[in-house]
T-cell receptor
Framework: QKEVEQNSGPLSVPEGAIASLNCTYS??????FFWYRQYSGKSPELIMF????GDKEDGRFTAQLNKASQYVSLLIRDSQPSDSATYLC??????????????FGAGTRLAVHP | DGGITQSPKYLFRKEGQNVTLSCEQN?????MYWYRQDPGQGLRLIYY???????QKGDIAEGYSVSREKKESFPLTVTSAQKNPTAFYLC????????????????FGPGTRLTVL
């Protein structure tokens, strides 16, 4: 069974700090990695994706990927109370016909306090 | 506006009833997906469809059925055989061709919250 593991949290950080969210995955064949943000009662929103080893920055968000360690992380700089949400890590899993499906972790709940 | 719509937002089902959840997209995406989310858990794949008139079971298909008669539409029926259907149901879509298709990005509708009375 292909798995994606995340610490459920809550991860509590003060406003202005860096929040670090981590994710490990089991399928070495995975090539694409996604971070979704989900506010309570709402649907997931794609905020970052990364395909290559190393770092990818977009505004206050940085995704980091290490395929050798099967590890992907999300850093949120200058955390704001509006960042308080559950962050879902998703990893692609190739299926027949050259298509993909996503395997989701259970999510890490982030709480940013003023 | 391009996007994915789901209806209804809230749905109540009595024991023994079948109910159908609607999902429509105007993004011209080939692939569509149905997920179930329970409190404190991640998304679990129910069914997916890569092309019209074709669909595959996901990890938890028992008690559910789907159809894909049009590219834009992928309705999910929760049958009476699904013993614990109370959950948040999410529909998603993605492209399947080109660079984006190989990467597998999925975009979600707003969800339907189903409660069994």
């Amino acid at each position: 069974q292909k798995e994606v593991e995340q610490n459920s949290g809550p991860l509590s950080v003060p406003e202005g700090a860096i929040a670090s969210l981590n994710c490990t995955y089991s399928d070495r064949g995975s090539q694409s990695f996604f971070w979704y943000r989900q506010y309570s009662g709402k649907s997931p929103e794609l905020i970052m994706f990364i395909y290559s080893n190393g770092d990818k920055e977009d505004g206050r968000f940085t995704a980091q990927l290490n395929k050798a360690s099967q590890y992907v992380s999300l850093l949120i700089r200058d955390s704001q109370p509006s960042d308080s949400a559950t962050y879902l890590c998703a990893v692609n899993s190739p299926v027949s016909g050259g298509y993909n499906k996503l395997i989701f972790g259970a999510g890490t709940r982030l709480a940013v306090h003023p | 506006d391009g996007g994915i719509t789901q209806s209804p937002k809230y749905l109540f089902r009595k024991e023994g009833q079948n109910v159908t959840l609607s999902c429509e997209q105007n993004l011209n995406h080939d692939a569509m997906y149905w997920y179930r989310q329970d409190p404190g858990q991640g998304l679990r794949l129910i069914y997916y469809s890569q092309i019209v008139n074709d669909f595959q079971k996901g990890d938890i298909a028992e008690g559910y059925s789907v159809s894909r008669e049009k590219k834009e539409s992928f309705p999910l029926t929760v049958t009476s055989a699904q013993k614990n259907p109370t959950a948040f149901y999410l529909c998603a879509s993605s492209v399947t061709s080109g660079r984006a298709g190989l990467k597998g990005e999925q975009f979600f509708g707003p969800g339907t919250r189903l409660t069994v009375l």
